[in-house]
């Protein structure tokens, strides 16, 4: 199971070239899916730019399995409206250069003016993908997946303390029955499922 670089968190950096105002936007993106959604957050929130081109690097299915030559990754630009080549292909460039996925981003662009030539464009649109992720902060992470648990509430307080104690992230949620939702590295997964199987005599429901 192989790490890989990704970024901490959503950020945005934003500069002006001879009058037009760009935007770098970026967010971490574990699915297609989400990194659509994100596009779409940002093109409502900037609805008044000329552009808004997005670029992302995402795994092809849903995210939560990886290991050598099993999950393709799905590559997405476009030009939003620019040059043919002048956007969406440069700032997907900076993503792949830089090895960096399960990220989306958006550049924003306000017009100033001056055109800028295809030339300036792709530098523009390359620099606001970089100090948007130089905002964001790139990471090294390990393949995570997603495990639901469900557990009557006798055996909750077992389960909850398996997750604490392995320093798993999880939500709790306390209805009828307790269910915990939990992201937890793919290498380690398999033997949280047989602690948490032994622990509870097999009364913990995994899926």
Avoid: C, W
């Avoid at 934003?14 to 093109?43: I, K, L, N, W, Y």
């Avoid at 900037?46 to 393709?72: F, I, K, L, Q, W």
């Avoid at 523009?124 to 648990?149: I, M, N, Q, T």
């Avoid at 303390?161 to 307790?178: M, R, T």
Wanted: glycine share 10%; aromatic share 6%.
């Amino acid at each position: 199971m192989e790490p890989y670089l990704t970024v901490s968190g959503r950020a945005a950096a934003e500069f002006e070239v001879r009058g037009s105002r760009f935007v770098g936007h970026v967010a971490p993106a574990d699915t297609v899916a989400a990194a659509e959604a994100f596009v779409e957050a940002v093109a409502d929130e900037y609805d008044d730019a000329t552009h808004n081109v997005p670029a992302y690097r995402v795994p092809a299915g849903d995210g939560t399995a990886r290991s050598p030559g099993e999950v393709m990754l799905r590559e997405y630009s476009s030009d939003d409206g620019e040059p043919t080549g002048s956007a969406g292909k440069p700032a997907l460039n900076v993503l792949q250069q830089g090895d960096v996925e399960r990220v989306a981003a958006v550049v924003t662009r306000y017009y100033g003016g001056t055109n800028l030539g295809v030339g300036g464009l792709a530098r523009a649109y390359s620099s606001a993908v970089k100090e948007g992720l130089d905002a964001a902060g790139v990471v090294e992470e390990v393949p995570h997946e997603r495990v639901v648990l469900t557990a009557e509430y006798d055996d909750s307080g077992t389960v909850r303390g398996i997750l604490e104690s392995e320093g798993v992230e999880f939500d709790a949620d306390y209805d009828a029955e307790v269910t915990f939702a939990a992201r937890v590295a793919v290498e380690d997964a398999g033997d949280l499922r047989d602690r948490l199987r032994s622990a509870t005599s097999g009364r913990v429901d995994i899926e």
